[in-house]
């Protein structure tokens, strides 16, 4: 009885894992159907990035003006990790035509502390924009079911597209081109 309770809980913690930390295997990227609407606005902590964004806090409304790639992450998410190179690329041949904005969500999803994510971040060598809400409930209120996840924002602060799951640099490019189009 006491190896069926254990294999019981460890099914459980491993679908609530799957579930917070989604690879985006089914479903993955499928466009929102919701009527176009300004993205829910929150303030950003930065671990990094306050001299390109020119403030250590940054609202996502201060951020108009151009494209904006909001990717929500954590420093023990898997698939984040795995994406991550992708986007540090992404940042390097965007730079100064849209802004990609890492967001720290692994305390929502219980994925990680605030160090885990900057460790994450060195690790890796990222050095584009990336820190934590102000808002605990910011995963509710944007629906961010499971990590990664990214908000494509056109440049007037209108959500362009919303992808959950892993996304690699040429759909991230593609999406981006599409809000430099308009």
Not at 36 to 43: A, G, L, P, Q
């Amino acid at each position: 009885m006491k190896k069926i309770m254990i294999l019981a809980i460890a099914g459980l913690a491993t679908m609530l894992l799957a579930a917070a930390c989604s690879s985006g295997a089914s479903d993955s990227g499928a466009q929102s159907s919701e009527p176009v609407e300004t993205i829910y606005d929150f303030n950003i902590a930065l671990y990094q990035g306050s001299d390109e964004l020119g403030s250590e806090t940054v609202a996502v409304s201060d951020l108009r003006g151009q494209p904006v790639v909001l990717n929500f992450w954590a420093g023990l998410c898997p698939p984040c990790r795995a994406e991550m190179p992708e986007f540090q690329a992404f940042a390097d041949e965007y730079e100064g035509r849209a802004t990609l904005v890492g967001v720290d969500l692994g305390q929502s999803f219980a994925l990680g502390t605030e160090e885990d994510a900057i460790a994450l971040l060195q690790e890796l060598g990222v050095t584009y924009p990336a820190g934590a809400p102000d808002d605990e409930n910011l995963a509710r209120e944007l629906s961010v079911l499971g990590l990664p996840a990214t908000f494509f924002v056109a440049a007037d602060g209108s959500l362009h597209r919303k992808w959950q799951g892993v996304l690699n640099g040429e759909k991230l490019a593609e999406i981006t081109d599409e809000m430099l189009a308009q």
